[in-house]
């Protein structure tokens, strides 16, 4: 019983924890270059369409080392690649957009939005 209590302290703990300040504070990784010998950098502005739990929707253009998103209420963001645990992590400016191939995660300052692929 104490061992299932300490676990469930432990989870609530780390639940709680802010996200590292690299995230959300800082550049989340160094200018990333997009010369024509680098293609692979420069997102090709055809993108997928998600559909959002929010009941909006957005387009992504991901590449290994770069996302654009295109959110309907007009703003654009063009955030670079970090290093993440699973599925691919892109994060500047308060801005992260995790992806892997059950959807897509988008989260401003804290408030998520889970997206699905498809309108």
Known sequence: MIRGLLIGVLLVTA???????????????????V????????????????????GTSLRADATE?????ALQDGRSLDLPRIQGAAGRT???DGWVWFEDESGAILTERGGQTL???GA
């Open 15 to 33: 639940a709680c924890e802010p996200p590292p300040a690299d995230v959300f504070d800082g550049p989340a990784a160094p200018d990333v270059d």
């Open 35 to 54: 010369s024509a010998s680098n293609a692979d950098a420069t997102p090709s502005g055809d993108g997928a369409l998600y559909t959002c739990d929010t």
């Open 65 to 69: 080392r770069r996302v654009e998103i």
């Open 90 to 92: 892109y994060a500047a």
């Open 115 to 117: 997206c699905q692929p």
